[in-house]
DNA sequence: TTCTGCGCAATGATCGATCATTGCGCAAAA
DNA sequence: TTTTGCGCAATGATCGATCATTGCGCAGAA
C-alpha cells in the first residue's frame, strides 16, 4: 500500500521538477493572471533548455493553470471566482461514482485509512495548520476515490488537481477553508454499514465544499 | 455554434498532425499492442524531428492509448476488456453530473440540436454505417454535457477521448454497438418536460453501453 | 554450469541553434 | 487625422546534435 521506503536519489526528471517550480509560483501568487510565461525566460532562469520548460507547461496547461495559443504562448490562467467553483459539481459527481463503485468492495484496511485520514485531520485542525488541513483532506476523499478499484476514475480525478485549486482558491479568494474534520466521519460510517446512500451524502459533502460562501 | 466555415490552410501545429497519425494506427490495430514506439523511427517515418513526435506521443499518454516509463520510452498500451469497461461507470457519472446541471437551464435551441442528432443516429443506423453511428452518437451525448453550461466537466468529459475508444472496442473486443438511435428519445424527452429523473435516465443509458456483452 | 560485471548499441532526455509567426511601431498614402 | 503596409524584435515551433540511461550479450570468476 505504501512505498517501500527507498533511498530517493533525486532521479525525477527535470520536466516534472519545472513543473513543480512553475506551479508554485503561479499558485503562490508570485506570478500573476494574465502574465506571459517566456519558455526561454524560464528555462535560463533555471539553467535549463527550453524543450522541458516547454513539456512542463504543456502539462500545466492541461492541469487548467496557465492557458496558450499556437504561436502565441503561455500565460498565467486567471482564475475567476466561477471558474474555481466550476470544480465543485466535476468532483462531486466523479466521487459519488466513487462511491457507488466503493461500496460492495471496500475493507476494513481501507475503513481504517479513512478513519487515520479524519483523525490526522482533526490534529491540523486543532493545530490550525491549513495546509495539513488540505492535504489530510484531500488524501481522505483519495482513499475513497482509490477504493472504487477503478484506474480510470482515479487518474481522472487526479487530473483535476484539487491540492492546487484549494490551495489557490483559498488564497486569491478567500474561500473559507471549512474542513471540519467532524464533517468527514458520517461519510466513513456509511461505508462501515454500506449504506446505499453513501454516494448521495458524499456527493452533498463534495457540493458543501462548492458552496461555502468567500470571506469578507 | 458550428465552426464558422474559414479556408483552413493546413496550419495545424505538426504535433496534432503526428498525434492523429498515431491515434489512427493505434486505433486501427497497424500497431499492436505492447509495441515499442520508438520516436525517432516516427520521426523519420513522418520526416520531422523528434521533439514534435515526443510532444504528440505525451498528449497520447494522458489519453491512455500508450504508456510511458521514464527513459524506457513509449508503448503501445494493451487493452483488456476490463480496461476498456471501466470508462462507462466515470462516463455515467459526468454525464449524470452534466445532465443535473443541463436541466434547468437547458433552451429550445439545444434541444432542437438533440433531436437533429438522434435524426441523423436513425439514418446512419439505418443505412448501417458504423463510423457514422459512433459519430453521431457522441455528437448527443458531447451537446447534453455542453449543456451544463460547465467548461471543466466538458474539457474532463472530452479528455476521456470517447470516439477513440468505442471505436477501438468494436474492432479489438468486438463490443456490440448497440446504438440504438430510439433509445435516445426518453432522454429528449425527459429534459423537455424537465424531468429530475433525467439524470438518472442518462446515468443508466450510458452504463447500458458499458454492460452491453461482447459479441461471439 | 551459474553468477558478475564490463562494454556497447539503442534510445529517451536535454541541449543549442534555426525557422516561422506574431505584435507593434513608424512612415507614407488617403 | 486615420489607414495601410513594411520591417524588425520577440518568441513559439521545430530541428539536428549530444548527453545519459537502459538492456543485453559475453568473457571471466566462482
Known amino acids: 500500500m505504501t512505498e517501500p521506503p527507498r533511498p530517493t536519489l533525486e532521479r525525477r526528471p527535470l520536466r516534472e521538477q519545472i513543473r ?13 493572471p494574465g502574465e506571459r510565461i517566456v519558455e526561454r525566460r524560464v528555462a535560463v532562469e533555471l539553467g535549463v ?7 512542463a507547461l504543456r502539462e500545466l496547461e492541461q492541469l487548467g493553470l496557465v492557458e496558450s495559443e499556437p504561436n502565441k504562448g503561455v500565460r498565467v490562467r486567471s482564475f475567476s471566482e466561477h471558474d474555481l467553483r466550476e470544480i465543485y459539481p466535476v468532483r462531486a459527481g466523479l466521487e459519488e461514482t466513487a462511491a457507488r463503485l466503493a461500496l460492495p468492495r471496500i475493507d476494513d484496511e481501507r475503513l481504517a485509512a479513512l478513519d487515520r ?21 484531500v488524501a481522505f476523499h483519495r482513499e475513497i476515490v482509490a477504493a472504487s478499484g477503478n484506474a480510470l476514475l482515479r487518474s481522472v480525478w487526479e487530473a483535476l488537481g484539487i491540492e492546487v485549486w484549494t490551495t489557490l482558491s483559498i488564497r486569491v479568494y478567500r474561500m473559507d477553508l471549512q474542513e471540519n ?36
Chains 1, 2 share one sequence.
Open 181 to 216: 474534520a467532524a464533517d468527514h466521519e458520517p461519510i466513513v460510517a456509511a461505508f462501515r454499514r454500506r449504506d446505499p446512500a453513501t454516494s448521495d451524502l458524499l456527493r452533498e459533502h463534495v457540493l458543501g465544499y462548492g458552496g461555502c460562501a468567500l470571506l469578507p
Open 49 to 55: 533548455s527550453q524543450a522541458p520548460v516547454r513539456e
Open 117 to 137: 485520514h479524519v483523525a490526522a485531520l482533526h490534529a491540523a485542525s486543532a493545530d490550525g495548520d491549513a495546509g495539513a488541513q488540505i492535504r489530510h483532506g
Open 20 to 32: 513543480q517550480y512553475v506551479t508554485e509560483a503561479v499558485v503562490a501568487g508570485r506570478w500573476a
